[in-house]
T-cell receptor, first 115, second 114 residues
Framework: AQKVTQAQTEISVVEKEDVTLDCVYE???????LFWYKQPPSGELVFLIR??????QNEISGRYSWNFQKSTSSFNFTITASQVVDSAVYFC????????????FGGGTRVLVKP | NAGVTQTPKFQVLKTGQSMTLQCAQD?????MSWYRQDPGMGLRLIHY???????DQGEVPNGYNVSRSTTEDFPLRLLSAAPSQTSVYFC?????????????FGDGTRLSIL
C-alpha cells in the first residue's frame, strides 16, 4: 500500500529565509508519480510540481526547487527567499501507475512566513 | 475557465438528513474523484470514477454513494448524515489513468453535521 509521511507539521520562518519541506513515501510500484500541492488560507488546492519515478533530475522553477531521491524515498520541496504569500499548508502526494490516478496525501505541513 | 465547480460551498445538516454535493468539470476529464479533508490527516479518497458509468470505492467510502451518468458530473450523496462526516470535501478531475497528469481540484464544500 502506498503511504506518504510529512513529519513536519508546522514551520515558521521570517520573510526571505529558505524553507525546505520534507516528504517520505512508500510504494511497491516501480512507476509512480509525486506531487506537491499548496493550500492557501482561502482553502483551495493548487498544483505546484510533479515528478515521475523514472526521472530523478532535480529542477528549479522560479523560487521553487525539489530534490527527488529514490534511494531514500524522499521528495523534498524548497521555497527560496520566502514571502508572506507563501504562507499555506503544503501537501505531498503520491499516485501509483498500477492504481490509476488515486492520490495518497501526506498530512500536510503548515508554513507561516512572518514579515 | 470554470475548471472544477463544487456546490454548495457551505452546508449545515442535522444528523440523519441526506444531501448531495455537486461536482462538475468542463475539461472533458475521464477521471473524477471525491476526497475529504480532516485536520492533520491530509486528504483521503472517498470514491472515484474512471469514466461515465464506472465508479469505485476509495479509502473511506462508508456512508457515501456516487454515480457518474455523464463525463461532466460526479455527485456525492450522503444518505444519512452523521457527525463523523463533518469535514471539507473536495472534488477533483484529471486526464487518463495511471498518468502523471495532476488532478485539478474544486474549491471545496465545508460540511457540518450537528
Amino acid at each position: 500500500a502506498q503511504k506518504v509521511t510529512q513529519a513536519q507539521t508546522e514551520i515558521s520562518v521570517v520573510e526571505k529565509e529558505d524553507v525546505t519541506l520534507d516528504c517520505v513515501y512508500e510504494t511497491r510500484d516501480t512507476t509512480y508519480y509525486l506531487f506537491w500541492y499548496k493550500q492557501p488560507p482561502s482553502g483551495e488546492l493548487v498544483f505546484l510540481i510533479r515528478r515521475n519515478s523514472f526521472d530523478e533530475q532535480n529542477e528549479i522553477s522560479g523560487r521553487y526547487s525539489w530534490n527527488f531521491q529514490k534511494s531514500t524515498s524522499s521528495f523534498n520541496f524548497t521555497i527560496t527567499a520566502s514571502q508572506v504569500v507563501d504562507s499555506a499548508v503544503y501537501f505531498c502526494a503520491l499516485s501509483e501507475r498500477a492504481a490509476g490516478n488515486k492520490l495518497t496525501f501526506g498530512g500536510g505541513t503548515r508554513v507561516l512566513v512572518k514579515p | 475557465n470554470a475548471g472544477v465547480t463544487q456546490t454548495p460551498k457551505f452546508q449545515v445538516l442535522k444528523t440523519g438528513q441526506s444531501m448531495t454535493l455537486q461536482c462538475a468539470q468542463d475539461m472533458n476529464h475521464e477521471y473524477m474523484s471525491w476526497y475529504r479533508q480532516d485536520p492533520g490527516m491530509g486528504l483521503r479518497l472517498i470514491h472515484y470514477s474512471v469514466g461515465a458509468g464506472i465508479t469505485d470505492q476509495g479509502e473511506v467510502p462508508n456512508g457515501y454513494n456516487v454515480s457518474r451518468s455523464t463525463t461532466e458530473d460526479f455527485p456525492l450523496r450522503l444518505l444519512s448524515a452523521a457527525p463523523s462526516q463533518t469535514s471539507v470535501y473536495f472534488c477533483a478531475s484529471s486526464y487518463g489513468q495511471g498518468t502523471n497528469q495532476p488532478q485539478h481540484f474544486g474549491d471545496g464544500t465545508r460540511l457540518s453535521i450537528l
